[in-house]
């Protein structure tokens, strides 16, 4: 059964607004929507493409009841093998495969979960298409795939075509004509593709997100995330990413390759895709300065990296405008020295929240609210926390913080994961969701090759996204008894 949200304030006032945009669209197809305001006039931009033959929508679409939820991992480096323990930690869970090019990671990671008393998955590895083989096997519900960004859409497309679940770390993919096919690729096989969105589960965000819902900033009317990481050191570690992955996405192009961390949770807050969307973004970045200067000071001539040139901006920044008229800035600088940062703010016509603020973060932020506060002076957000806390977060924020990395919200994505496979229920988010997300990598290259100006973001539901319906702001649920 899908869980329906509580109907709140908020939801009211969206819906009534809601409804109001897509009466104003006549079909309610993305062409149509009203024109944000924009500093500048929107090129048109492509119409979606047309449904091919079996391609239904995948909103709505619950997943059919497994009595237990089988997981087969592909890539088992710092994130993939980081996250084995938490997915056999889940009730009804088990890993029943793991795989990675490398067969040593595959034989760490089962040995892993062997030493903590789980059943021993299958291994497989040892050459680039070793995943094929996994997913040959019929005893994998669903595939977390763990690998360089380039290689997120074959492996994740393949999962969906061989029947299984796809979660798939972040971006998806980093071509709009590959994200198209991911979303094509779900509506014919019927199978789900989510984003390993975690930090969607982060406390502090999923309170934001009740708190929007329940109207407590009024009409929203902007938000601003991102991913502010200082990675210089693990970039140029030689023992960090596999082969330098991560560094060399730097020598190709300027691009925001990783703002989903800020960006997920602002649009979930506004319901992109679920009563609005994203209309149009525009790009801007700075000189790629924070490598080269990393490498001059720190970086040993005799290192390969001195043969490459960093092109990426240190800090883009992305602009991007709703249908209904909000405006979200969303942030990406791995380069430059500075504490971390997803900024997670999120502010409307009766009040503001900010993430990340003052000199600790540590279960931080501030707030500002009519009618509670006046006075223009910050308050601490702890008693909003604490009265909005999501019942996710009520019910297993214990066992999160046993059991799983970045503050318990991997684990609460992995439980919340199995517990909709297992229960029936229609994912928290979904291929449309993951594809406007990440669809700020192709994007933000297209605007900065235009010198900056804006360019249309993609309508991957097809005109759907003017229907309110469920997301992150779900109902209390129980884990279905383990068999
Ligand atoms: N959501 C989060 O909080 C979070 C945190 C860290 C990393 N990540 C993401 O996780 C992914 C992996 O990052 P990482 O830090 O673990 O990198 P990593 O280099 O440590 O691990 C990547 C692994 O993929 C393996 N691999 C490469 N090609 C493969 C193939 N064809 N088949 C099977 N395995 C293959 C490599 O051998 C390696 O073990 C990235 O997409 C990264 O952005 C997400």
Sequence with gaps: MPDIPAVSRRTLMGGALATGVAAGLGAGTASAAPAAPAAQAVPPGEPAPPRGRGQRSMANVPFTVHRTVRVGLIGLGNRGHGMASGWAAVPGCTVTAVCDIRAERAARTADLLA?????????????????????????????????????????????LLAGKHALVELPVATELDELWDLVDTSERTRRHLILSENCNYGRNELAMLRMAHDGLFGEITNGHGGYLHDLRALLFSDTYYTDSWRRLWHTRSTASFYAMHGLGPIAAAMDVNRGDRMTALRATATEPRGLADYRERFVPTSHPSWRETYVNGDLVTCLIDTARGRVIRAEHDVSSPRPYSRINSLAGSRGIFEDYAGVTSAGGGRIYVEPDHSGHTWRAFDSY??????????????????????????????WRTVQQMRAGLVPDMDVYDAAVWCSPVPLSVRSLAAGGRPVPVPDFTRGSWVNRRPGLDSHPGEMPPVP
Excluded: C
């Design 385 to 414: 926390r604490k009265e909005f806390d999501h019942w996710l977060w009520r019910k297993i924020g214990d066992d999160a913080a046993g059991n799983g990395g970045h503050g318990g919200m991997d684990y609460v994505l992995q």
């Design 115 to 159: 030493f903590e008393g789980r059943p021993r998955p299958a291994e497989y590895g040892g050459s680039a298409e070793a995943y094929l083989r996994m997913l040959r096997h019929d005893d994998i519900d669903l595939v977390y795939i763990a690998t360089p960004w380039e290689f997120h859409h074959e492996q994740g497309r393949a999962a």
